[in-house]
């Protein structure tokens, strides 16, 4: 039976009013991911190039330990970030903290062999045997998607992975295209996807020859297309971009980016935090989260105006993961 909107933005365990009223930190509030049967934070620990950048392994993994003990216990990461740094720095946690963890992969290869390679190095570089989710990295386009479902492709190792508990769940992620997304998701048995899912993108499309339109909402954009697809067929949603690679920031409050994000119906929201205090203060965010109302949520698709929904578009259009 399906979740309504207002169940699903609902949160298990003590509300943050509740926690304040017995003198305990607010908890960060958690959804269910999907019908996978586990609940999840609402905010994921980004791993990617804002991860990477810490100068050093000891502050990259102080950063991390901190997001743990502050209930940000989904780690999002991937086998081509920082060329492997990304997965080797949170391995170096794993020996002592992969129970509390939900921890999640991409992996970038088109080809069932190539993807059994980089799955195993991931494995070895984050120092598991198994993983909660597994992700099929960075859909580009309908091309990308026939590569990815091919005879010998790499869906065909991820769902290997599946069936051999390697990983529990496996998804596929893409902020390019909202339509080879929606069609991703209508023909295959993922658990659970990964886009683009902010104030911008809330009107966004591409015509046929690759070049971004912005369109009335409800008709093309990841919001409108994929998430329903996703939300139809029980799937944990994990939103990313929420800060448009900080492009964003500055036309709306973090906290309205943020609150944006968490406002749809998704189980979570990644974040990249290249400075401590940033952690702080998402985390802050998080507990204290309260979903915004329609005729808000109506305005913030306003806040960035037609030339820059299109430079945003062609930035998303061929921007890398790394």
């Given at each position: 039976m399906a979740l309504s909107r207002r169940e699903f933005l609902g949160v298990a365990g003590l509300s943050p009013l509740a926690a304040r009223a017995l003198g305990a930190p607010?908890?960060?509030?958690?959804?269910?991911?999907?019908?996978?049967?586990?609940?999840?934070?609402?905010?994921?620990?980004?791993?990617?190039?804002?991860?990477?950048?810490?100068?050093?392994d000891e502050e990259a993994l102080s950063v991390l330990n901190r997001a743990i003990d502050l209930g940000m216990t989904y780690i999002d990461t991937a086998h081509s970030y920082g060329d492997g740094k990304s997965e080797e720095r949170v391995g170096h946690l794993m020996p002592a903290r992969?129970?509390?963890?939900?921890?999640?992969?991409?992996?970038?290869?088109?080809?069932?062999?190539?993807?059994?390679?980089?799955?195993?190095?991931?494995?070895?570089?984050?120092?598991?045997?198994?993983l909660d989710v597994l992700h099929i990295h960075a859909l580009a386009d309908r091309?990308?998607?026939?590569?990815?479902?091919?005879?010998?492709?790499?869906?065909?190792?991820?769902?290997e992975a599946r069936e051999q508990k390697i990983a529990r769940f496996v998804?596929?992620?893409?902020?390019?295209?909202?339509?080879?997304?929606k069609?991703?998701?209508?023909?295959?048995?993922?658990?659970?996807?990964?886009?683009?899912?902010?104030?911008?993108?809330?009107?966004?499309?591409?015509?046929?020859d690759g070049r971004a339109e912005t369109i009335a909402m409800g008709d093309g954009s990841f919001e409108a297309l994929a998430?329903?697809?996703?939300?139809?067929?029980?799937?944990?949603?994990?939103?990313?971009?929420?800060?448009?690679?900080?492009?964003?920031?500055?036309?709306?409050?973090?906290?309205?980016?943020?609150?944006?994000?968490?406002?749809l119906p998704v189980s979570l929201a990644s974040l990249g935090m290249p400075k401590p205090e940033m952690l702080e203060e998402n985390v802050a965010l998080g507990r204290g989260f309260q979903a915004l109302p329609e005729p808000e949520m109506r305005r913030l698709r306003t806040v960035v105006d037609e030339p820059q929904r299109a430079a945003f578009a062609r930035f998303l259009r061929h921007h890398a993961d790394v």
């Open positions: 607010a908890p960060l509030p958690r959804r269910p991911f999907g019908r996978t049967g586990i609940e999840v934070p609402i905010l994921a620990f980004g791993s990617g190039s804002r991860f990477v950048a810490y100068e050093t992969r129970k509390e963890v939900v921890l999640a992969t991409k992996l970038s290869a088109r080809t069932a062999d190539d993807g059994r390679r980089q799955l195993e190095l991931s494995l070895k570089r984050l120092q598991t045997d198994r091309d990308d998607l026939a590569a990815i479902e091919a005879k010998d492709g790499v869906l065909e190792a991820v769902m998804g596929i992620t893409g902020h390019a295209d909202p339509v080879a997304m069609e991703a998701l209508e023909r295959h048995d993922f658990d659970c996807a990964q886009m683009a899912l902010n104030l911008a993108r809330a009107r966004m499309t591409w015509n046929d998430l329903p697809v996703a939300n139809a067929k029980g799937m944990g949603v994990i939103a990313m971009k929420v800060f448009g690679q900080e492009q964003l920031v500055g036309r709306a409050s973090i906290r309205e980016l943020i609150y944006y994000a968490l406002s």
